[in-house]
């Protein structure tokens, strides 16, 4: 007996949904692909790399399974020290060292102490307990620096990311402010968003102007002006950055002609400050804010301003009730795209910034590439993209509220 019409052509449909279902999976595959491995496993590496806290664990691991039942309330036992002076013993000077400097950065001192501890047990077979260590070194009865090895044989650990706060924990365990000395990465924090918000002020105050002159030029001139707009994108920032440094410098181009037209009589110190940073990073985001700008007013029907003319409404009162807020979302875009590339800039601070105004992104290449301390540059950059993670969704909800959209 054949089935019923209605199961063959259930059946079918049911083939060509799966049909379907895998085409659009084999569509969509390679970019999810690509958005895991280029996105989301580099943001679990930094991540992982910032909690992780495996380099003492691994180099001595006597020590760090006798210590991890210490209570932190009475100095070390003799065991604890015994495990600690049997690694160093089974490791060379260059492993120690290696690691010693990761303990250092928690502890002040801890490098010197580890390697001269290391030196000492090495060439003295007799050496033994707290008292032979302290022997070696008096810092050995102070009690935080065995409180340093116990975190740090921790497989994971939570002191980078704090201190990429500013924050530590002290002997009890408590959460507690860092020493003033030491408080330097949320200065870093509100000075890269500092400095990213008024660059994007900056930028919205002469790209939007250069927009509307754009979006209502001829069409040989509008061709013309956005050609020369999109000349930047062919040249690297780091040459566009440079020019800056010829223009600014106090022997400079602008300099010598504001000199020679006596409007000034000393040179003026335009680099090496905050205000060059505004200057050259200002020059080279201007493109991001102009062109979202520019396509939101191309498509503007010019009939709404020229109605609310015909109604009674001055210039004036037109073009802030009726343009502006047509305007708005490429403003709001604009906004944001620069806001957000501002964020990662380290050349352009680097080259014409002074001390007092590197951003995020050189402290975060200093740790990287300067001291080889990965773990704090994977905190800082863990903080940096979880703030900017919050004040994106923020401005998200806020544009949304006000009828605007940032995607």
Known sequence: MAPPASHIVASAVARDRRRQSLLAWALV????????????????????????????????????????????????SDEVANALIGDLRAVDRGEV????????????????????????????????????????????????????LQRASARFTSY????????RKDASGSLAVAEPQRRVYLQFLWRTFGICAAVTAICALLAYPTAYFISHAGPRLQKLLLFAL????????????????????????????????????????????RFGVFVAMSHVLLPFMVLPIYSVM?????????????????????????????????????????????????V??????????????????????????????????LVLLFVTLVIFLVLRKLLRVSNLSIG
């Open 29 to 76: 595959g390679p970019a999810a692909l690509y958005l895991v491995i280029a996105f989301l496993l580099p943001i679990c590496s930094i991540l992982f790399t910032a909690v992780g806290n495996g380099g003492v664990a691994h180099l001595m691991p006597q020590m760090s399974a006798a210590i991890g039942a210490w209570g932190n309330a009475e100095p070390p």
């Open 97 to 148: 060292a290696a690691v010693s400097r990761d303990l250092n950065t928690q502890k002040a001192g801890f490098r010197s102490l580890l390697i001269k501890t290391r030196d000492a047990v090495g060439n003295d077979q007799t050496i033994a307990g707290v008292a032979g260590l302290t022997a070696i070194d008096p810092r050995w009865a102070d009690k935080s620096y065995w409180i340093t």
């Open 160 to 167: 980078f990311i704090l201190s990429a706060l500013d924050l």
């Open 230 to 273: 999109l000349i930047p994108f062919w040249t690297s920032v780091l040459v566009r950055t440079a020019a800056w440094v010829i223009v600014l410098q106090r022997e400079g181009l602008l300099n010598e002609a504001l000199m020679g037209t006596g409007l000034i009589s000393d040179p003026l110190t335009m680099i090496y400050n």
């Open 298 to 346: 191309k498509g503007i029907n010019p009939h709404y301003v020229r109605a609310a003319l015909s109604l009674g409404a001055n210039p004036i009162a037109a073009f802030i009730q009726v343009y502006l807020p047509l305007s708005l979302p490429g403003l709001s875009a604009g906004s944001v795209m620069v806001f957000m590339l501002g964020l990662g800039y380290y």
């Open 348 to 381: 352009t601070p680097a080259l014409v910034g002074g001390a007092t105004d590197q951003m995020e992104s050189g402290l975060i290449a200093n740790f990287a590439l300067g001291e080889a301390n990965w773990q704090m540059a994977a905190a800082v950059s």
